[in-house]
């Protein structure tokens, strides 16, 4: 099974890149499976269910998320839902939504990281009580792990390595260049970078966000404007093994 996996998408320009490119990379890698981390996707930060259903008719199958997804209160009943949108497993359990579903029968996870993000649950002890009680658990598992440490994501992808298909991180916006299969058969990178304008910081406008630095005021954000560059990582898993065969970055732009 070939799994596209896309890196954070930004705003408007991410989404009309994920629209142009998604129908064409089906057709050339015959990819089975696309999983698109949405939660910068609406304005640059959250999602809504207009944006989100966005992203469904580009082709997405699975939207994850991070610690954006509570931005927009409209989608707290879609996540509720049938919509395959994921929070973070290691939310409280009380917080509306569901960091796991069966889609093709793949099982697509969306972890948190806590080190310089906020108290959250352990992630390494929410994966293994996943794992532990899933019935009937599926061979191909992915993991979106959406975290800021390169070394808790590191550590991630050896505490799960043999266990899952592949851990893939999200967040900083910044792909890395650690593509690779771990010793166990998990495909790793410590994270797949962005859909979102090559000329702006993490996809954010670039005067905006010096002024912010320059003056410590907080400010709302806007989105950067421009060419977009276009991140993913594809993986290709043994389906009966449940092992990553191959991991390949996908970089293009969009004018």
Known sequence: MKILAIGDIIGKPGRSAVGRLLPGLYREYGIDLVIGNGENAAGGIGLTPDTAQELFGAGIDVIT????????????????????????????????????????NVLVVNIIGRTFMDNFDCPFRAMDSLLAGFENKPNIIIVDFHAEATSEKAAMGWYLDGRVSAVLGTHTH?????????????????????VGPVDSVIGDDVSSVLNRFLTQIPRRLSVGKGTVEFNAILVEVNNDTGMATSIERIQKTVT
């Open 174 to 194: 910044i792909g890395t260049i650690d593509a690779r299969i771990l010793p166990g058969g998990t495909a790793y990178v410590t994270d797949i970078g962005m």
């Open 65 to 104: 998320s991070g610690n954006h997804i509570w931005s927009h209160k409209e989608l707290l009943p879609y996540l509720e839902g049938n919509s395959a949108i994921l929070r973070p497993l290691n939310y409280p359990p009380s917080s509306p939504g569901y960091g796991y579903l069966l889609k093709h």
